[in-house]
């Protein structure tokens, strides 16, 4: 349970921050780079977080189930827009994957193959 | 009787038992994600039941926190892959811009020439970016944040759900290229489903979403002041 508290007070860090600074990022991504902070400063060790955040981490989809049901409720009323929005949605999506993948893949040093590493179970 | 449908447990039990049953099923049909087979038997339970889809959001608060630590959750990934990272850095800098340029300029061309309305195209923007910044890009630029979430999730059920077919199609399957534009295309989605892949296009999908979504922000910081 230690590593779920490290990870629920980190978060909340973040929320806090964020309402306190009014900072343009969200409080998740805030305390996400201060966890990474104090992984990087030896303030926290690895082994006291590793195996909650395996756990957060590899059932990650769960938590966005709520929104897609959030989303699902909204598609009634799109209207005359609906066309425009699947278009732009889908187009654009395309795009980053390609542009992103691409130029990742080419400024990348001539591939000495990165090793895979197994598969996380989950 | 129809009490128990407004207990925590309802929702609760709902969603697990869902998402449990949808990696059941994805052992046996792995072409089907579990985002849209779990999301299908929820929405077909609360059909059942008469209950209110637009109200179920509200009823899993518990999991919708819990994003917040899954998300913080990622740095260790990231830290585990920190020689890659640095080796990598103008990799990572360069692509995660460039897609996030992208992002914007393309959703907005798309929106513009298939004559959508000027709330869908403000709102349409920050659509590659997680929920909670595509919010606040949408409020400050004028755009509805209800529509700017839908968006942020229905890009991300599409990059995640399809994403991984058109990547290996055009040949970026080492996992710096893989999880770079996973994450900066379809953001959470996008990292779930690069974890699955291996731990490390899971890292750089975690690191390509952050990155993308501090970039998007600073991005609009002189659109603001364009549209005063």
């Known amino acids: ?122 | 009787m129809e009490n128990f449908l407004h207990d925590p447990l309802f929702g609760l039990t709902l969603t697990i038992g869902a998402y449990a049953l949808a990696r059941g099923i994805q052992t046996r049909l792995p072409w089907l994600h579990p985002i849209l087979s779990s999301s299908a038997i929820i929405l077909i339970v609360l059909a059942l039941v008469r209950f209110p889809i637009a109200d179920f959001q509200g009823e899993v608060g518990l999991l919708t926190s819990l994003l917040g630590p899954a998300t913080v959750a990622l740095g260790v990934p990231i830290y585990k892959h920190r020689k890659l990272i640095r080796e990598r850095l103008k990799t990572i800098s360069v692509s995660v811009l460039a897609g996030s340029i992208t992002g914007i300029v393309s959703a907005g061309l798309l929106v513009y020439v298939t004559r959508g309305s000027h709330e869908v195209l403000l709102s349409i923007l920050p659509k590659s970016v997680s929920s909670p910044i595509g919010i606040e890009i949408s409020r400050s630029l004028g755009g509805t944040p209800e529509l700017s979430v839908m968006f942020s999730v229905v890009t991300g059920v599409l990059g995640g759900v399809l994403g991984p077919a058109f990547l290996y199609r055009l040949g970026l399957r080492d996992p710096v290229s893989f999880g770079l534009a996973m994450g900066s295309a379809a953001h959470g989605f996008g990292t779930a489903r690069s974890l699955q892949e291996s731990e490390t296009a899971g890292s750089f999908s975690a690191l390509g979403m952050g990155l993308s979504g501090i970039v998007t922000s600073l991005l609009f910081v002189p659109i603001y002041l364009w549209i005063g």
């Open chain 1, 1 to 122: 349970m230690r590593g779920f508290a490290i990870l629920l007070g980190f978060s909340l860090a973040g929320v806090l921050l964020h309402d306190a600074l009014h900072l343009p990022l969200p409080g998740n991504v805030i305390g996400l780079l201060l966890f990474l902070a104090a992984l990087f400063g030896k303030v926290v060790k690895l082994e006291w977080v590793e195996q909650a955040a395996n756990l957060l981490t590899g059932h990650l989809l769960l938590f966005f189930i709520p929104y897609v049901i959030g989303a699902a409720a909204l598609i009634p009323f799109l209207g005359n827009n609906a066309v425009s929005i699947a278009v732009g949605i889908v187009g654009s999506t395309f795009a980053v994957l390609w542009v992103t993948g691409t130029v990742a893949k080419k400024t990348q040093p001539k591939q000495k193959e990165v090793a895979q590493d197994g598969k996380l179970s989950a």
